[in-house]
């Protein structure tokens, strides 16, 4: 059985020993401040003003807020189910004298009350975060500030609200 070597050795048109297929050319991944040429989410949404594009950084701003707002809901949300629903908690390392149960010995148990909604909002939170690192994966440097500076304001606003509190 002979194999011919002429096509194992031949380039085919689409293809080329310089770079990738025609039509199929690799994004750069460096840092851009090319404003006006950002797709944020999908090709529909590409600033072409620089109203645009302001209104687009204020948006993901905000969002990051709204992310960290989110998360620090969920926690209050989770010490009020705990407590409203503390009657219904399973003891997981009782029986020693002197041992007074904490969170940690503490099992929640499952409840369509409690479980269906907190479901329901992490998937919107994840959503959210998803949202946020497809923006900055733009690798557009307004962009990827804008979610910075919306974490770091969602931080000092939210930052203290936590389980403990």
């Known amino acids: 059985m002979e194999m011919s070597t ?11 020993s310089t770079g990738p297929p025609a039509g199929m050319e690799a994004p750069d991944m460096a840092f851009n401040t090319n404003n006006l040429s950002a797709v944020l989410f999908s090709q529909s949404w590409m600033p072409t003003t620089i109203a ?9 701003f905000f969002l990051a807020i709204i992310w960290r707002a989110s998360a620090a809901s969920l926690s209050k949300l ?6 409203k629903n ?9 029986g020693q004298d002197d041992h007074e149960p904490t969170q940690k010995d ?6 369509v009350s409690v479980n269906v909604p907190r479901a329901l909002l992490r998937t919107i939170h994840q959503g959210i975060a998803y949202l946020l690192m497809i923006a900055v994966m733009t690798m557009n440097v307004g ?22 509190d």
């Open 143 to 164: 962009f990827f500030f804008a979610v910075l500076v919306g974490f770091f304001f969602g931080e000092l606003l939210f930052g203290r609200v936590s389980r403990a």
């Open 52 to 60: 645009g594009y302001v209104g687009s950084w204020f948006f993901l």
């Open 86 to 94: 503390a009657r219904y908690s399973i003891l997981v390392n009782g």
């Open 106 to 111: 503490v099992a929640q148990s499952w409840r």
């Open 78 to 83: 989770d010490a009020f189910w705990a407590a």
């Open 6 to 16: 002429e096509t194992a050795t031949s380039p085919s048109p689409e293809m080329s």
